[in-house]
């Protein structure tokens, strides 16, 4: 009876009210948090500056979940909120534009981003209303707090993520920070090996200069923002973890270059 009841209230539940994602998590507060966001932040990627897409032609026929993008990263926040931005862009048919944001009327809920646990909790209050709008936490073993550490690996974290993926699509930073052509986490090949996604390496640029690190304040306006979406991978079983790293890297165009490699060997 209970069973029948669930079923009969999903139907008549329109609005999602009584839905929840993998993590026990309201879809309709998630959803009007994005609204919110979208409507905070659009003038930042519209107005004081210039957001430059490319590529989303290959979001077009994407599937509705098992879809994991991959890219560098600039920011702790501005990153992530372009790309929901895009996101919820191309649900409404539009192509490498966000110029009409009519699509934060309906946005992609099904949703999510990686972010370091300290980092979304330990930040104050706009971190953690961030969280609800679709942060898989995790605990980094690499880093916390500022600094290099050295910590057990957070084993639950391949299992959080492959839920997001059961359920929608889920954007991940490999390289784990901020810093330019820091190498890549073996843990995203690994999450690849296990679950199978649809990868899409993403490739943004700009934001460093227009944001500070947490994304959330301006340093330079008028800047040119782009983001390029390639063409999506499907990697086979017989890969290995160091061909996907690899490929990866140069997907995301975080090899560094042999200039700045000569560079290097001159402060040396």
Known sequence: M??????????????????????????????????ILGWVTYAR??????????????LETLPRNGVLFLSNHQTYFMDVICLYHIFFSVKWGFRNSINFPIYLLAPRSRVFYVAAS???????????????????????????????????????????????????????????????YAPLRKGTAHLIKAHNPVVVPVVINGFRRA?????LLFK?????????????????????????IERLRNEIEQKIPVEKLIWRKEEE
């Not at 944001?211 to 994304?215: P, V």
Request: proline letters at 5%; aromatic letters at 10%.
């Open 2 to 35: 209970n069973l029948q009841l669930r079923k009969f209230f999903s139907m008549l539940d329109v609005f999602g009210f009584f839905e929840r994602d993998p993590f026990g998590n309201p879809m309709f507060v998630k959803r009007v948090i994005m609204m």
């Open 45 to 58: 990627l519209r107005i004081y500056n210039r957001t430059r897409i490319r590529g989303t032609e290959h």
């Open 211 to 215: 944001f500070d690190k947490k994304g």
């Open 118 to 180: 300290e980092t979304m909790k330990e930040g104050g209050l706009i971190p953690k209303v961030l969280a609800q709008a679709g942060a898989i936490l995790i605990n980094r073993s690499w880093r916390a707090k500022g600094q290099n550490v050295k910590r057990e690996v957070d084993t639950a974290a391949n299992d959080k993520v492959g839920k997001g993926l059961s359920y929608g699509w889920v954007v991940s930073f490999p390289q784990g920070t901020t810093t330019p």
């Open 220 to 244: 330079k306006r008028n800047t040119t923002l782009s983001v390029t979406f390639k063409e999506p991978i499907r990697f086979k079983p017989e890969d290995s973890v160091e061909d996907i």
